[in-house]
């Protein structure tokens, strides 16, 4: 759990809960388009998911469903539904709720490393977890704890809302380590203690001039069987994947800092700024600097 607790925090993977509400009368709601990893949950009543050409499922108080790819779905109160638009207003949860009407806890779990996008498409594209289903203990007494928290009324929204991301996060971490071990090869490779620690290395010093030996050497493996390994678990190769992480690193710290371009540059391994700015456009599509002008305010 350690290590995938590390991995995330490597990948920056934030929770967002943007809905907490009762829907009444006749409504449907589709919350694709994020591009990220969303997930609704019901804490009170019962509603439908429809997916695609598939029967409807039905949601029960518990239940939970989570779309990795951002899969295009619709909730409603009945079996049936239309594709046309339907007014969705709802009910927050600080007001008195009624007796008929889902309360659905809405959000979506977002990240900006590729390698996620790897990841999420060896996942169901739609994963249930029902109250009643006995896969895992630790993970329904989570989801539980999260839907509990969310029919409290907090003196702060603020509070609210940090406490319900904190929770959803436990919930989602619980989430992948469930589903990593039926469906992605990936996270269980990267999990690996020999591939996790030259990914460490590299995380911890992607100044350096690494290359596939030095890695290899680090995972105690053969130049070609890692090479092979890192690529077909990864998608990309280790070279590929330093570039990537470099530059999405190098670009965090271009919005959040002040730093001299070329200092963010020979912080993560490139000698001039030509080179880094080329390198930076070709992944990200936009120079280093107008990547700080677009993060800053107007």
């Known amino acids: 759990m350690k290590n995938l607790e590390s991995l995330f925090d490597q990948l920056q993977i934030t929770t967002n809960v ?21 997930f609704h949950a019901v804490t009170h009543g019962q509603c439908y998911l429809h997916r695609n050409d598939d029967g409807p499922v039905l949601l029960e108080k518990g239940d939970m469903v989570l779309l990795p790819v951002d899969s295009p779905h619709l909730l409603s109160p009945t079996k049936t539904h239309t594709y046309k638009n339907v007014s ?18 809405c959000g979506y779990f977002e990240y900006q490393h590729p390698l996620m996008r790897v990841i999420t498409k060896e996942l169901p594209e739609f994963w249930i977890i029902k109250k009643a289903s006995k896969e895992s203990r630790v993970l329904h007494e989570s989801l539980q704890l999260l839907i509990s928290a969310s029919l409290e009324v ?24 469930h589903l990593m071990s039926k469906y992605s090869s990936t996270l269980g490779a990267l999990l690996h203690p020999a591939i996790a620690n030259s990914l460490q290395a590299l995380h911890n010093a992607p100044e350096q001039h690494w290359n596939v030996e030095m890695l290899a050497s ?15 678990c990864a998608g990309v190769t280790p ?56 993060a800053r305010p107007a």
């Open 18 to 38: 943007f809905h907490n509400g009762q829907y009444c009368g006749n409504w449907q709601i589709d919350t694709s388009g994020t591009g990220f990893i969303n």
């Open 88 to 105: 969705a207003s709802s009910i927050p949860v600080s007001e008195k709720l009624r007796a008929e009407g889902p309360v659905l806890l």
């Open 154 to 177: 907090s003196d702060s929204t603020f509070t609210s809302s940090v406490l319900l991301n904190k929770i959803a996060e436990v919930v989602f971490l619980l989430i992948v380590k």
């Open 218 to 232: 680090i995972a105690n493996m053969s130049k070609s069987n890692y090479a092979a390994k890192f690529k077909a």
């Open 239 to 294: 070279i590929k994947y330093l570039t990537q992480w470099r530059l999405r690193c190098a670009c965090t710290e271009i919005i959040q800092s002040n730093k001299p371009l070329i200092t963010i540059a020979n912080q993560y391994g490139y000698e001039t700024e030509a080179s880094f700015s080329k390198a930076f456009k070709r992944e990200i599509g936009v120079s280093p600097s107008q990547k700080r002008v677009q």
